[in-house]
Structure formats: C-alpha cells, structure tokens
C-alpha cells in the first residue's frame, strides 16, 4: 500500500467539516417539529386546560340567560312528629246545644284530630322560571374567564416556543453523535490500516512484534469509544422519540443539510427588542393583570350596586296524585339582594385583587429583565460558540498538516510508533473539537432565536 493511503483515510473524516458554518431550513426536521407539536404529551395537557378554560367561558355566558327546570315529587309517609287539635273537645259541647234547641240532630259529635307533620300522599308538580335582570357579578365573571383563557393560550403558545427548540436541539445532539461515530470510525480505519502496515514490518523482520501488540491496543481503545458513542446515540434518539411522542426506538431521518448555509449575524439590541415584542411570556402576563383589574372592578361593583332578579311557578300541589282545578297554582316573583353587612369582606377581596395586579406588574418588570439577560447571555453564548469553530478549525488544520509530515517519516523509518499515534490522536481529538463545535454553533444560534421568540 502507498504511504499516502493512511492520511487519505484519516483526511476523509474531515469532510463533513468543509462545509459552510449554520443552520439552513430543514423540511425533515421542520416535519419533525410539527409532529411534536400534534403529538407532544406536555403540550396535549396544555390543549386540555385551554379546552377547560374555553369551556368556563361557554358556561360563564349561559349564565346571562333564564333558566328553566321541571319539578316533580310524591311523598308518602308515616310516623314523625304531630300536633293534637281538640276540635271535637271545643264544638261538640256547641253543637249538643244546637241540636237541643233545634230538636233535630243536624250536628253530629266529631272527634279530636292528630295531624303528622310530615305530608303523606302529597305531590307537587311544577315549572320554574328564573332570570337575572341585573347582576354585575355575571358580566364581570365572563370577562375575567375570559382574560383567564387568554393567558392560557399565551402559556400555551409560549410552550410550543420551547418546545420547538427542545426538539432542535435533541436532534442536533443526535446529530452531534452520528458525526461523532464517523470520526472514530475513520480513525480506526486508520489503525487497521497501520496494524496491517506494522504487520508487515514485522514479518519482513524490519521491526518488532511490539508495534502490532500497540496498534492493537489503540485499536480496542477506539472500538471503546465507539461503542460508547452507540449508547449515547440510543440515548439521543430515545429523547428526541419521547420529545415528538413516537416509539422511543423509531429511527431518525438524517438531514445533513443542517451543517451547511451561512452562520447568522445577529445585533444583541434588536434582538432584545425582538424578544420584547414577540415573546408570549408577556401576553400571558398581561391577560392574567387584566383578570386581576377585572376583579377588582367586580368586587367594587358588589358594594354600589344590588341585584335584581325575576322568576315564575305553575304547576300542581295537594294530596292525591291528582291534576285538576283545585291544585293548580301560579306565582311569580321580583326580587332585590344587596349585601347590607359582610364584615369588610368585599371591601377585602377589592384590596386582594389590587395586590393580585400589583404582583403580576412586578412580576411583568421581573420577567423583561430576564428575557433581556437570556437574550444577553444567549447571544454571548453563540459569539462565543462561532469564535471556538473558527478555533478548532484552525488547530484541525494544524493537526492535520503536522499528521502528514509524521505519516511520512514515518514511512521512512524517521519517526517513533509514538510520535505516530500521537499525531493520529491529535487529529482525532481536533475532529472532535470541530464537530462539537459545529453542532454547538446550531444549538447556540437556535437558543437565541428561541430567546429572542423568532
């Protein structure tokens, strides 16, 4: 074999890195996101609650109409508690007399009642009829589940943001990986390639039986690596399954198109006020403020203002399971309720919903001074990310050039087995360096995007 096979075997790990620094889009990992977003678990729960929240707006509304209920019971009973009524105690001596003095026996003697409290054989069969004429709870109450849903979706929205770029990123990393088995892979061609050359050292008696026992031992030292590499694969795809909710062991499509394009430039400032406009963190706040105000004003309204409501009977009621003239009746109502005497609890709650909107304004002012510093530091992590590529593209391109001054020496008998691997590790250990630094450059620049709520 020709003495440049060994660095044309290790040069073509370096492929991958010739490309152009950034992310471009992708159509396999934008499909991915949409799956996560349909499919996501965390984000189901989310679509419940707001489904929740819609549903007390639904029932908020229904509360502004009259309400109509059918009634319908029979009772029988016995035993209980009763009253004695001397009615035949009081009148028989009256109608004796009556009797006497009209000769007849027109009133006959009756007898003492015993009357039970509890109704027996008695029905009551009616409709029912009620409507808020005015109840400022009612339209106060709409309002604020209404605000409530709002900060919902905002939660909602600003958790689909987050989850877009937690399903960048674990598909990065496991990018990250693959990139990372191809490298090892090649050095190990590599170290095949110098046991077979070795090899033939040895057997053309020109070296000793230790250079092969050396490239093996690099050789089990890679076959390691590699295999290490495999579990953490299983372990990144295992996460980006769990993320989109799918098998945790389907494959993954690959899109190397990711590790080409243009890295972005991106202005700090503008970014901020991107992040300002744009993150729904705020939307979120804002809602839940503007439900706190509502209460407020709810609270206020229920120590001016009365209610006034309406409502109407008809039906049937005696004893006897009977509908006929004499148990039928009607009524109907007006009322007025107003609270004369609570003991300060209305004026309390006022004041707890102006502490309720005071807490989410400082909570608003806290939440502006953190997306400002996680856009701050995300975008000094990706500057800092860019600049460590730059870096170890130059040190791999130094290790690279120093590999083949060595390899060469090598092969001429000029240069130790040590100063052989040390430069084949130093170029392994510089592709490292680059791949990592690729795919942290990707995941820097999604985390400021995701910061910055692009």
Known sequence: MKSSNLAKLLIAGLAFTLSNLGAQNSEILDSYIRTGLESNLALRQQQLDLNKAQEAIRQSRALFYPTLQFNANYTRATGGRSIDIPVGDLLNPVYSTLNLITQTNAFPTISNENVQFLPDDFHETKIKVAYPLFNSDLRYNRQIKTQLYESKAAQKSAYEHELRYRITEAYLQYLQSLEAEKIWQHSRDVLVELRRFNESLVNNQVATKDIVATADYELSKADNELFKLQQTQQTARAYFNFLINRDLQSDITVDTSLLRGAAGNYETEEMIRQAFASRYEFNALSAGKNAAETAV?????????????????????????????????????????????????????????????????????????????????????????????????????????????????????QALLIEYLDAQNRVTTAQLQVALALTDVLIREAALKKAAGM
Do not use: C, W
Not at 315 to 335: C, D, M, T, V
Not at 396 to 407: D, G, P, Q, T, V
């Open 297 to 413: 004003k709810l609270n206020a309204a229920n120590l001016r203002i009365p209610d006034f409501y309406i409502g109407a009977e008809a039906g049937f009621q005696g004893f006897g399971y009977k509908f006929n003239g004499e148990q039928s009746y009607a009524l109907a109502q007006i009322g007025l309720s107003y609270d004369l005497f609570d003991a300060g609890m209305r004026k309390s709650k006022t004041q707890e919903a102006r502490i309720e909107a005071e807490v989410i304004e400082t909570r608003y002012q806290e939440v502006r001074q953190q997306i400002a510093l996680e856009v701050i530091d995300a975008s000094n992590s990706y500057a800092a990310a860019k600049h460590s590529y730059e870096t170890t593209q130059s040190g791999l391109r130094a290790a690279e050039a120093s590999f083949r001054i060595i390899n060469n020496k090598y092969r001429a008998n």
